[in-house]
């Protein structure tokens, strides 16, 4: 069969299609839109407010946040615990059909459970949430009925209510699903702040993340150091500091006093300027061609001090050092770029 012959696959996308689909996108991203401000409208400012009443039982709680749902509730619902896990509150999702033959050993009597269901009558749910509140449980519902079975048995119900779904057929999830998934943000965002959480605790939860890298990478963790470390007296020659900096392979070598300490630095740059003047060199010792009081690093900040002291003074290497000022590393551009910290 050919394509011209496949219904579901159009021979062509007219000029009046590609305008329908234009508008039919526009309309659904303004009645998603609306959707969501429609829930800010409902909060009010007082402790009596659902939201409030929900951040409030997930401080209190001693135990986990067990979110439940089924079909597309049960979807945004694995989104809504892993923003919750990884934001300070621990979470996990449970389906509310495998609960019932065996997962409801997941809860505790010191969690709270939060059931999703936008018609607040999901059977899967209903079978499992009287069963939960026997066991201890707080029960949170984030349904679209305030009138529903699940909002009554509930402790805390957040309206979630949508005045029509973004489908052309008012039927398919989409206008109901992004304002929980919106709510779950809220919920999470209100959590993270009333829990102190800062971006160090994210980046916790984080690690393999680019976040991570750049919150918990610390200098001493990628620098060069001991026999590494390109460094040489003041008073050796030129030459001897050039062999230290080819053995090295830094493109720089680090000049220091009798305890150690960073006098100076030399870099490949300034050797090319010196050739380009055309002196001879090679009478020359270490200290008549170093720069001075170079820049530097102490080795317990994070990398990415680093990466900004290098970028403000259009530097490739710094040298590291420990809280008495002894060099104790060196740190190049590309050993940034091999952690990912760049």
Not at 11 to 17: L, M, P, V
Not at 232 to 261: H, N, Y
Not at 269 to 283: A, H, I
Request: proline share 3%.
């Amino acid at each position: 069969m050919s394509v011209t012959d496949d219904k579901t696959t159009p021979a062509s996308f007219s000029a009046g299609a590609a305008r329908r689909a234009i508008e039919l996108a526009r309309q659904t991203l303004q009645i998603e839109a609306d959707a969501i401000l429609a829930l800010k409208d409902r909060l009010r400012d007082d402790s009596a407010d659902p939201l409030a009443l929900a951040v409030q039982t997930l401080l209190q709680c001693e135990g986990r946040a067990v979110v439940s749902g089924i079909g597309k509730s049960g979807h945004v619902g694995r989104k809504i615990a892993a923003t919750l896990a990884s934001t300070g509150t621990p979470s996990l999702f449970m389906h509310p059909a495998e609960a019932a033959h065996g997962d409801l050993g997941m809860v505790t009597a010191r969690d709270v459970f939060i059931a999703i269901s936008n018609s607040g009558e999901t059977a899967e749910l209903l079978a499992i949430v009287p069963i939960v509140k026997r066991m201890g449980a707080v029960i949170i519902a984030m349904t679209g009925n305030d009138q529903s079975t699940l909002a009554k048995l509930s402790a805390v119900h957040l309206n979630v209510g949508v005045a029509q779904e973004a489908c052309t057929l008012n039927l398919a999830p989409t206008a109901s699903t992004t304002a929980t998934l919106a709510m779950g943000d809220a919920l999470a965002v209100s959590l993270l702040d009333a829990r102190g959480f800062v971006e160090e605790d994210f980046a916790r939860s984080h690690p393999g993340g680019a976040l991570g890298r750049r919150l918990l990478t610390h200098v001493r963790d990628v620098m060069r150091s001991g026999e590494a470390i390109p460094a040489v007296r003041p008073d050796v020659s030129l030459s001897a500091a050039l062999m230290e900096i080819t053995r090295k392979g830094m493109a720089m070598t680090a000049v220091v006093d009798e305890q150690f300490r960073p006098i100076g630095v030399f870099t490949d740059g300034d050797l090319r300027r010196l050739l380009e003047r055309g002196q001879d060199f090679s009478k020359f010792y270490i200290a008549d061609v170093m720069h001075a009081n170079p820049q530097t690093v102490n080795q317990d900040q994070l990398a990415v001090d680093a990466v900004q002291l290098m970028e403000q003074f259009r530097i490739n290497q710094l040298l590291v050092t420990d809280a008495a000022g002894v060099l104790t590393g060196a740190l190049h551009i590309h050993d940034l770029t091999r952690a990912k910290v760049i």
